[in-house]
């Protein structure tokens, strides 16, 4: 937000610096002083479109992506969860208050953000916990008679374990911080040409004000996507089916 914020102002100073250079132009040569500049305006502004569109695509994959992944976790949880029915019956109780523990851990990493220490510390539980769910599972496994609970559980708490994975890597994926860049440049840039372009009379408040507020909101919206555990677009709705999960294990 505070970006944002910052890039309005930044927009309407250089619209109004812009406009500033555009008079002064025009009054020393008011025949020329708008005749190659059409060409220029429209290659700058042509390649911010391009880049506001491939940016806002990008995040919104990325967000798609992620929402499908709470999805695929929670299902996977389930899974194996469910699975545990066909372990020796004296290995179950222990595995499945860890379940109960890991799935609290999952849920809290991410409610812990934008807090980055926390979300790791929980996600280290997380982690420890994985551990200690594979080995007591593999030691019941391995006891007499436990071949059809290894072909079963095992793959399963693989399942769970590889998901949590891709997770922690799709909320770590993002574009280079010069494509951020690139795109605020190209903004200030655009904002200066449009205020060159306007240099004609008395300002019209309406359009500079509409122009900053346009370009601020499609950089928001774009971050805001990127980062969906900070604005407004968040993927809190979706860890409901975790919190299901949890639920159904009581």
Known sequence: MSLAAGVFVGILLLLEVGRRIGLRRAARDPQDARAEVGVVDGAVFALLGLLIAFTFSGAASRWDTRRLLVIEEANAIGTAYLRLDVLPPDAQPALREKFRQYVDARLAVYRSLPDVS??????????????????????????????????????ALNAMIDIATSRTVAAKTHPPSIIYAVLIVLMFASSLLAGHAMARGRRNWVHMVGFAATMALALYVILDLEFPRRGFIRLDAYDQVLVDVRESMR
């Open 118 to 155: 926390a979300a790791k510390g929980e996600l280290a539980r997380a982690a420890t916990l994985q551990a200690e769910i594979w080995g007591e599972a593999v030691a019941a496994c391995r006891r007499e008679g436990s071949q059809p609970a290894r072909m079963l559980v095992l793959p």
